[in-house]
């Protein structure tokens, strides 16, 4: 991580002239498999990344956010009382759209002072908003004492992103950011919320996880996951069901009358199935066997999906002839990163992709090491905070940083509901609501 509190907090002491009341850190994430599987009631597999989102921050006595970023400029400053959907627009949506929604709950906060530093490249497909809804989350639910599940922090994470920036996400990203945990993937059952940490260790296996950011952007705010949201619904009508969770065999899909619904459903049946088997091998110690599951799953997102961009299907596929057991795009599409399981040493898989790109006359691509790591969690407390400048009284400094007594001293008070991983055939027997999947969609030729 190089991110660090001191910084945050150095930069909060400068523009706010005190020192903040603490310093909370939400990771990005990388998805390892099962995309646009989760606004579909499906499943995913993400783990967190080591970088993320900073946020310093301090209570105001005055209702109203004073949002500052080192990456975005500022401030935004943001009444409180009377917010609602389109009163913020731009990068100052995604923390007031978290406040706002935090308060529509009913959960007691108010004002805050929030300066936000970030280490993710911004729509590199890494969840760096999700990352500013979870860090401002739990800042403010740890500052005023407000005693919330993380399941339930991630959904109303989800609605400031749905309802105040306006791109109809679905819980994944924020789920990975606040529950998933150093040394494992999360497991997430989209339709019933349930999670579960699957030990993910490539280096175990003397394997690693890269990430190669193609330099390709994205917006999710362009109408083009909006759409295919669309026809996913569209889709699971055909066939007559509730949503497309509800099909366990990517063949039933072919029952589509409009081909490019089918071939929609199609990606989305098969990435469901590709998550389960990914969770079976994981289960099996074979982290090895995710190379083939990472190559069908972009084959799918490039030629059913159609969300792949020229630049991930040459960086997947270079990788691929580089000595990656697998590579894929991630994230919504349309721009971003690809993920590429490589070999420990993973020279060579760099070079191929390099010069993939120098032979296309694009600019190299950016290289991210992706360790599974920590999620969502305070990483410094000023045990006994200055009274604030803009506290209405600054003789009555805040008493004590845990409203709630001595039990949230040292963590956060809200924690992760996550289940454990059992062996595949535990699970298996538990899986009541599992499909039980077809043959995998066809696999489809790489990219030339
Ligand atoms: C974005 C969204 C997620 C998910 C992915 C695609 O990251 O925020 O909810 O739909 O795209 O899997």
Redesign the pocket.
């Known amino acids: 991580m190089s991110l660090t509190a001191g910084q945050a907090a150095g930069r909060f002491r400068t523009w706010h002239g005190a020192e903040p009341e603490g310093v909370w850190h939400a990771p990005g994430r990388v ?1 390892l498999i ?6 579909n009631n499906g499943w ?1 597999l993400p783990f967190a990344l080591d970088r993320g989102v900073v946020a310093a921050a301090s209570r105001r006595g005055d209702d109203v956010l004073d949002i500052r970023s080192l990456q975005s400029g500022g401030p935004a400053v943001v009444p409180l009382p009377g917010l609602r959907p389109g009163g913020v627009t731009g990068w100052a949506a995604y923390p007031a759209g978290v406040a706002w929604a935090m308060r529509e709950a009913g959960l007691p906060v108010g004002g805050a002072s929030l300066v936000i530093d970030s280490d993710l490249p911004q729509g590199a ?1 890494l ?1 760096s ?2 990352a500013i809804e979870c860090a401002v989350a739990i800042a403010l639910a740890d500052l005023y004492g407000a005693d919330v599940p993380r399941t339930e922090l991630a959904a109303l994470a ?1 609605r400031a ?1 749905n309802e105040m920036v306006g ?1 109809p ?5 924020q789920s990975a950011s606040l529950l998933c945990e150093a040394g494992h993937a999360l497991l997430l059952d989209c339709r019933s919320g349930q999670s579960t940490r699957v030990p993910f260790d490539p280096a175990a296996a003397g394997l690693a996880l890269l990430v190669v950011d193609t330099g390709a952007r994205h917006a ?1 705010t362009d109408g083009r ?1 909006a759409q295919r ?1 669309a026809e996913c619904e569209q889709a699971a009508r055909a066939l007559g069901v509730p949503s497309l969770r509800d099909v366990a065999d990517p063949a039933r899909t072919a029952a589509i009358g409009d081909p490019v619904l089918a071939r929609r459903a199609r990606h989305v049946v098969s990435d469901n199935c590709r998550v389960l088997a990914a969770v079976d091998l994981l289960g099996a110690g074979d982290v090895a066997g995710l190379g083939p599951l990472l190559h069908d799953s972009h084959a799918s997102l490039r030629d059913d999906f159609e969300v792949s961009w020229p630049q991930a299907d040459v960086a997947a596929d270079a990788a691929e002839r580089g000595g990656a057991l697998g590579a894929r795009m ?4 349309f721009g971003g990163s690809v993920i590429a399981l490589v070999p420990a040493d993973d020279a060579a898989v760099r070079a191929a992709v390099r010069a993939a790109y120098a032979g296309r006359g694009w600019a190299p691509p950016t290289f991210l090491d992706a360790p599974p790591s920590a999620g969502a969690r305070r990483i410094l407390l000023i045990l006994t905070p200055p009274p604030h400048p803009s506290s209405p009284d600054p003789t009555t400094p805040p008493k004590t940083f845990w409203p709630r007594g001595s039990r949230g001293r040292g963590r956060p008070r809200t924690r992760a509901r996550s289940g454990t991983w059992q062996s595949p055939r535990t699970r298996r027997r538990s899986r009541a609501n599992s499909p039980i999947c077809g043959a995998p969609s066809t696999p489809s030729p790489r990219s030339a």
């Open positions: 998805n099962g995309e646009h599987t989760d606004y995913v497909g969840s908003s999700a989800r992103e791109v996400s679905g819980i994944m990203d999710l996951y949201r991630v994230g919504g599409g």
